[in-house]
């Protein structure tokens, strides 16, 4: 049964730039676990919004869970870490 996730990303102050660098970077690898990107949006003039947001669609909760575990995601640690000060992950369902 397909996953269908919404995440909501915050930059750390002053670091947009790097949390694009990140998201670049993991988000090339979703093809390797069968998911797809429904949507990539940026807020413009977000103050407390959060900057990107994203609709990822993994065939499974095993391709999920090897996404997460997947070691090439699991090196950008350090970047993600610097990069992102929330993520906030909502399963949903695509209605239109």
């Given at each position: 049964m397909p996953v269908t996730l919404c995440v909501l990303l915050t930059a750390a102050p002053g670091n947009?730039?790097?949390l694009?660098?990140?998201?670049d970077q993991v988000l090339e690898l979703l093809g390797i676990h069968g998911a797809r990107l429904l949507s990539r949006v940026r807020t413009i003039d977000s103050h407390d919004a959060p900057q990107e947001v994203h609709v990822i669609e993994f065939p499974s909760e095993a391709a999920l869970q090897q996404y997460?575990?997947?070691p090439a995601r699991l090196a950008l640690t350090e970047l993600r870490d610097h990069a992102i000060?929330?993520?906030e992950v909502l399963r949903v369902e695509v209605v239109s």
């Open positions: 947009v730039g790097r694009v660098e990140y998201e997460m575990d997947d000060a929330s993520t």
